[in-house]
């Protein structure tokens, strides 16, 4: 079969998105397929950069860009001096973050300390716990949010990873980062719990996740034991992609979200909500 009658059946007949979205890649570098399909110049435009390019990377979003953070010092010195103050400033280590979602909890409890984790939770949490032990990484903190069920996760998964400090912070406690686009009907916080919780979670944010200082000097390696929002709310934060967009992500329970924030400002999303080290039947997602 020739590869432009591939393609024709390919676009012709499945009706899938990856699918579309591979007959868009094929047709740009085989114009004269266009002409045979021209429904798919939609398509098409959208997977081209928009010719009014607003997209960018914004390296100084955590407001540590050497050269934006020397500025404000530089009045007073003058020339070289400055060039080698802007060196000495610059970040050179790697921050890995894993944002572990909590394990499975008593939905049932009242309140936030009668919402302990089930045995199946505390089941996941050792698992998570054996998976982080396993990477073989040297974790310098273990921070966890203060409710009651990141709080139990995170010492389960302590036991795992010995001479590791844990600290509890109030910050990472979960709530409504922002109103979700597209709105759900199913969870519709009033909008004083965006106004509160908005807040404090992007305080958590700034916090918890930008990169390295100067003076760090090796490769770090964090834990945070949170909450499924605020995980999701990170990760648009982190990647600069619309915070809005939290909800259309899903974490399962016990899961590891890995972010690496490179000195340079740049960001990756190694993992999000990876699971797979669980056997099928301790998956939980709801
Ligand atoms: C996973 O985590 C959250 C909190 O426990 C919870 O809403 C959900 O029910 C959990 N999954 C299951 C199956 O309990
Ligand atoms: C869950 O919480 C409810 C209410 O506190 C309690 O009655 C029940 O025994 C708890 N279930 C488990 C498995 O802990």
Known sequence: MSFRRAVKLACGFAGGSAVVVACAYFTDKHREIVRLKPGLSGVLHAAQPSANNTNHWDYNWDKREPSSMSSSRRRGS???????????????????????????????????????????????????????????????????????????????????????????????????????????????????????????????????????????????????????????YFVCRALQFPPEGWLRLGLNNGSITWLTVRPSGRVALRALGDSGFMPPDKVTRT
Not at 137 to 143: A, E, N, P, R, S
Not at 150 to 174: F, K, N, Y
Request: aromatic share 6%.
């Open 78 to 232: 003058v020339g070289e001096e400055n060039g080698v103050e802007v060196e000495n400033n610059k970040p050179t280590a790697t921050r890995h973050i894993f944002l572990i979602r909590h394990s499975q909890y008593n939905l049932s409890g009242g309140s936030d300390s009668d919402r302990t984790l089930t045995p199946l939770g505390r089941e996941q949490a050792e698992l998570t716990g054996q998976r982080l032990a396993s990477l073989g990484l040297k974790y310098h903190i273990l921070v966890h949010s203060s409710m009651a069920r990141a709080t139990e996760t995170a010492q389960i998964i302590s036991t795992h990873l010995p001479g590791v400090e844990m600290v509890s912070c109030d910050l990472l406690r979960e709530g409504a980062p922002i109103e979700p686009v597209p709105p759900v009907t199913h969870w519709k916080p009033e909008a004083v719990q965006y106004h509160e919780d908005g807040a404090r979670i992007e305080a958590a944010f700034r916090r918890y996740i930008h990169r390295a200082d100067p003076k760090q000097k090796e490769d770090s390696y964090e834990i945070v034991v949170c909450h499924a929002n605020v995980i999701r």
